[in-house]
């Protein structure tokens, strides 16, 4: 007896929860619970990685356009481009895309907003900047800086004055160009890297500090100038409509 009205009660819960659905005067229906539809995976590819631009031009010619009729090329930082296909258009993907490709370039960074040694600053200097006459500017004023003299310094917030060496004890007062124009290596190689001002600053001890003082500037540059190398080097498909080339 206690078995039956157990299963009975059992029974009665199980019916109650069950989902239903009941209609108001004014002719709205309402369920009692949340349904989801149930969607199946739709496998999609992992975005494949190459460092050059190069690289990804010969990806989207050889097999990238086979995949969709159309490919979107976005220039999404000045280090970085992803390549995506339009609309699948598949069952329970209709709006989806397929990441394809993205280029990362390998370049180092440079040091910047912050201070460094002189020895870090000429190495950069010399391995990371292309050559221009404000780099060598900062070249020959780092060499001429007596650090285990230390370093006399006049600072006016726009431009400073420093004691620099110019024989074995003569020291001499020589100001330092506050803005200078440098061209670091900061983007793909392929493409022509953006020049931009900074600000330098010395401290007491002689050691350099560069900060950016084009307010980022020159990653819109290197954009375009991504933009202009992919736009080129895949004309004949932007012209067919099967890659767009964006910012």
Request: hydrophobic residues 40%.
């Amino acid at each position: 007896m206690e078995v039956s009205f157990l299963k009975d009660a059992i029974d009665r819960v199980v019916e109650l929860a069950k989902p239903f659905t009941f209609e108001t005067h004014g002719g709205h229906q309402f369920c009692s619970a949340i349904l989801r539809e149930v969607k199946p995976d739709v496998e999609s590819p992992e975005r494949y990685s190459v460092d050059t631009l190069e690289a990804l031009v010969k990806l989207i010619r050889t097999e990238g356009i086979n995949h969709s009729p159309r490919l979107y090329v976005r220039v999404d930082s000045a280090r970085r481009v992803m390549v995506d296909t339009t609309y699948t258009h598949r069952d329970y993907a209709e709006y989806s895309r397929l990441p394809l490709y993205e280029a990362v370039t390998d370049v180092p960074s440079i040091t910047v907003n912050q201070e460094m040694s002189q020895e870090q600053a000429i190495v950069e200097l010399q391995s990371l900047y292309a050559v221009t006459p404000d780099r060598d500017y900062l070249l020959a004023l780092l060499s001429r800086i007596d650090v285990n003299q230390g370093v006399s310094s006049v600072d006016n917030g726009i431009s400073q004055e420093v004691s620099v060496r110019t024989g074995a004890v003569l020291k001499e007062q020589q100001t330092v160009q506050p803005i200078v124009r440098l061209q670091p290596y900061r983007t793909f190689l392929e493409v022509e890297q953006p020049a931009s001002d900074f600000l330098l600053r010395l401290d007491k001890e002689g050691r350099p500090a560069l900060y950016e003082a084009d307010g980022g500037a020159w990653k819109l540059e290197a954009k375009r100038n991504i933009a202009a190398y992919l736009g080129e080097q895949l004309a004949d498909l932007v012209e067919s409509g099967n890659v767009v080339v964006m910012i």
